[in-house]
């Protein structure tokens, strides 16, 4: 698996943090173990190593 970290500012609470997560689940299926912090100010994801 690879993980895919991004930078997010103006997360202010825990829905914030919900959003970005429904968000990024939304335009990538594929994601696994998506996850917002608005303390790190960033979003991290996992998605399988492409094959072939």
């Known amino acids: 698996m690879k993980k895919i970290t991004v930078k997010i500012e103006g997360m202010m609470c825990g829905m914030c943090e919900a959003h970005i997560c429904d ?8 994601a696994k173990k998506v996850k ?13 190593a492409a094959q072939g």
């Open 36 to 48: 917002a912090s608005r303390t790190c100010g960033e979003a991290t994801s996992w998605k399988l």
């Open 23 to 30: 968000t990024i689940r939304k335009a990538y299926p594929n």
